[in-house]
């Protein structure tokens, strides 16, 4: 079962990478994922890994920090 934790930081991904203007199938490119598997971590289905975070972070050019202090406001 996912908890709020996934929910919440797969929604703050997924302002990241809209605000980027990039497509979930781009994010999955980038990654070398699935774009169904991008879906998912930002819906909260199911938690990322932290090796995953870091890919998807540097993608976006922000800092895991960043992501987790927007979490917090």
Do not use: P
């Not at 090796?51 to 927007?70: E, H, S, T, W």
Request: proline share 0%; glycine share 6%; net charge positive.
């Amino acid at each position: 079962m996912t908890d709020n934790f996934d929910k919440e930081l797969g929604a703050t991904l997924r302002q990241f990478r809209m605000r980027a203007k990039i497509s979930q199938t781009e994010m999955a490119n980038r990654l070398g994922v699935t774009k169904m598997a991008v879906s998912h971590w930002e819906i909260g289905d199911r938690a990322m890994t932290a090796i995953n975070l870091k890919k998807y972070c540097d993608a976006l050019g922000v800092k895991m920090q960043d992501v987790f202090d927007r979490m917090e406001s």
